[in-house]
């Protein structure tokens, strides 16, 4: 089958790739920007600071002349990042370049089935439709109903998710996109959930969770049985107040510095001023950048994995700490949370501090059941490799292509 996945950016489209590729499908990867170390240019750039920029827009696994660019896309993809404007703004005119040229494209190549990615693939689905090819919508997101829903009450995702205006623009772009597709694929049950409430049928929807490296996040074999005080907390990701970084450390900040640790490892965002307020306490530290290797090592040495975030509709960062042999808190607005049970972890209502506080001392009071929930979130870890993110990939496409098309 010829296939054609679009995505302006990266993400986890490598994986996507790399599935349909050894799955026999013929399929092209279009998107901005791809490294290709044998330029002359980009081997100059290799030298500098941007070689770990680079390496992200690369992966060995995928030939290059199975992946496409458009000059132009390229350059702007380049030339915006230097220009005046929020992200979200930038994001949508990149989105809207690059829809275009895949349309474009679309209608030369003639695939079977067009898997694009959400806010990128408008007039890519038109023109799909105008050479009966099936179209897939991948989103990594959640309605954006549900988005809607978190402007009003939390200020700070206004400025995350754009003005008024620009919202009101996505999200209408959005839902033209849930309309064109023959299916979504959506990362979580949760994020499955807000479309059947907003009332897309789920005949359209299908759930594939992202998966994680297990050769380089695995438990350790060295610990200790038993959990001695202070209990070792830790949280990755972008520090960010949509992840709820700031509640998380309000919420520390009220539990005894011989009680608990905390680390916080992960590039910054609008949250670390916040945490630049809290690092002369003894019990938090923070560490900017870790590569995977290093990543999953404080992983393995800490006790606790914590993630109260506001809005995720999967979380890597989740199941990697899962796949450590950590048990984990996470919030109700986070994907992963499907796979929390009361063996391995708890879920918390998103933006409680209390509840958070509760959370914790709970690991607190009873550090016996850590290892105990830790060895059960290992086992629960293992049935979401990228190995799983393939073959229930594969089983997907197959169902979507040979069943009519929705109308």
């Avoid at 916080?264 to 995977?292: E, T």
């Avoid at 404080?298 to 048990?327: H, I, K, N, Q, T």
């Avoid at 986070?334 to 049970?341: D, F, I, N, R």
């Avoid at 607190?364 to 393939?390: C, D, E, K």
Wanted: overall charge positive.
């Amino acid at each position: 089958m010829k296939i054609l996945l679009s995505n302006p950016s990266i993400q986890y489209c490598k994986h996507t790739f790399k599935a349909l590729h050894r799955g026999g499908h013929e399929v092209v990867f279009a998107t901005a920007y791809w490294y290709r170390p044998y330029r002359l240019l980009e081997q100059v750039l290799s030298l500098t600071s941007l070689k770990k920029y680079l390496n992200r827009y690369h992966d060995e696994a995928i030939p290059n002349q199975l992946v496409i660019t458009y000059f132009l896309n390229t350059c702007f993809h380049f030339i915006i990042k230097f220009l005046p404007f929020d992200v979200e703004q930038k994001s949508y005119w990149e989105d809207r370049l690059h829809d275009r040229w895949v349309a474009r494209f679309i209608k030369k190549w003639k695939p079977d089935l067009v898997i694009g990615y959400e806010k990128s693939v408008l007039y890519s689905f038109i023109a799909a439709d105008s050479i009966g090819a099936t179209k897939l919508l991948d989103l990594a997101q959640v309605h954006p109903n549900t988005i809607n829903s978190l402007r009003i009450q939390l200020p700070f995702f206004v400025s995350i998710t754009g003005t008024e205006h620009l919202f009101r623009k996505i999200s209408a772009l959005k839902k033209k996109e849930y309309e064109l597709a023959n299916s979504i694929a959506c990362l979580s049950n949760y994020a499955a959930a807000t479309l059947t409430e907003a009332g897309i049928s789920k005949y359209k929807i299908f759930v594939n969770p992202l998966g994680f490296d297990e050769k380089v996040f695995y438990p350790s074999d060295q610990k200790e049985t038993a959990v001695v005080l202070p209990v070792q907390f830790i949280y990755t990701g972008i520090i960010t107040k949509r992840k709820g970084v700031e509640i998380l450390l309000e919420a520390f900040s009220q539990i005894s510095p011989q009680l608990a640790n905390l680390t916080l490892i992960g590039p910054p965002g609008d949250a670390i001023a916040i945490v630049n307020k809290f690092l002369d306490r003894s019990n938090i530290s923070y560490y900017p950048y870790m590569n995977q290797g290093d990543l999953a090592n404080s992983l393995r040495a800490a006790d606790v994995f914590v993630f109260p975030s506001y809005l995720d509709s999967w979380a890597a960062v989740v199941l990697e700490a899962m796949a450590a042999g950590l048990p984990v808190i996470v919030t109700n607005h986070t994907g992963t949370a499907q796979l929390v049970t009361v063996k391995n972890g708890m879920v918390i209502q998103a933006g409680k501090k209390e509840a958070l506080i509760n959370a914790m001392h709970n690991f607190i009071q009873f550090p016996n059941l850590v290892r105990v929930m830790g060895r059960s979130a290992a086992t629960i870890a293992q049935a979401h490799t990228w190995q799983a993110y393939s073959t229930i990939l594969l089983e997907q496409i197959n169902t979507i292509t040979n069943r009519p098309k929705y109308v």
